[in-house]
């Protein structure tokens, strides 16, 4: 949205907890049922706010977003030298023509904008996207293998890292304006993993999530007490560490978890904790 100019830091909407396309009676929910209030980009990151995505995935169109997100790798295996990747897809109008032999509909714009619908991806090509972020748009190829040792010579050669792609944007503020509001979600207030960041010694970027299992009526309210254990939420988290340096990006996703904040975050915060101090901590428990 920033780099098409369809919003800028200081736009605003009212977020009261539901969107609705002109001319239809749907109501595309936030998960917060009271809504957000008057919602920016960083507040709309900091809190996850639904309905300021599904406004801005309006605006920008199901094209725009397909051909922006397609350059941190969405919709396409990433190469990681394993078999057996498991497929993406990225939805476009071009996509469902072809695959499908339907017309693209504006109400799958809007659920994609938060993630959802048609798309489909990886715990790695959503470590790779953030760490294409933390790069500031230089997207680097995954690898299992760091080095290759000779049989005979027992010499460890290192591999060396390949760039796949570099995206400009039109503004290096707008990368940072992403990763401010990235860095909110786990140091302020208002966060939606906040509780990871308290004592943290250093500062970590992350966004959380959710992955539905199965779609609920119109007229019900999600309530994960009353749902089969197997039906439930996926929970996500994603982020990078430390922000000024970055020198770890990762994914976590825990199946039927629930919430990305309580359930996915601590274990990311484990993780980093390993990989920067070398040292566990009790966030996971």
């Keep these: 949205g920033l780099e098409h100019n369809k919003i800028s830091a200081e736009s605003r909407i009212f977020c009261g907890g539901w969107y609705s396309l002109r ?4 109501r595309y929910r936030d998960w917060r049922r009271g809504g957000h209030g008057t919602t920016n980009i960083t507040k709309a990151i900091t809190e996850s706010c639904d309905v300021y995505f599904y406004d801005l995935a309006s605006s920008l169109g199901i094209d725009t977003f397909h051909n922006f997100l397609a350059h941190f790798g969405f919709g396409q295996l990433t190469g990681v030298d394993i078999d057996g990747e498991a497929p993406a897809l990225l939805p476009s109008r071009a996509w469902k023509r072809g695959a499908l032999r339907q017309a693209w509909y504006p109400g799958e714009t809007l659920i994609a904008g938060i993630g959802q619908g048609y798309i489909l991806t990886t715990p790695l090509q959503l470590a790779s996207a953030t760490a294409t972020m933390a790069n500031h748009g230089i997207r680097m190829q995954p690898r299992m293998v760091r080095a290759l040792q000779d049989p005979g010579s027992l010499v460890i050669t290192p591999l060396e890292p390949i760039e796949k792609e570099r995206l400009h944007l039109a503004s290096a ?7 401010t509001a990235m860095t909110e979600v786990v140091n302020s207030p208002r966060g939606t993993a906040r509780a990871i960041g308290i004592d943290s010694p250093y500062l970590i970027a ?4 959710t992955a539905q299992v199965f779609t609920i009526k119109q007229d019900e309210r999600y309530d994960a007490t009353k749902i089969d254990k197997r039906l439930q939420d996926h929970a996500l988290f994603i982020a990078f560490a430390p922000v000024e340096k970055p020198q770890i990006a990762l994914a976590i996703i825990v199946e039927n978890g629930g919430h990305g904040g309580s359930a996915a975050a601590p274990i990311a915060r484990q993780v980093m904790d390993h990989y920067l101090l070398n040292q566990p901590n009790d966030h996971a428990k």
Excluded: A, L, P, R
């Design 23 to 26: 001319g239809d009676s749907h």
């Design 206 to 209: 992350g966004k959380t999530g």
């Design 173 to 179: 503020s707008n990368w940072e304006q992403i990763v």
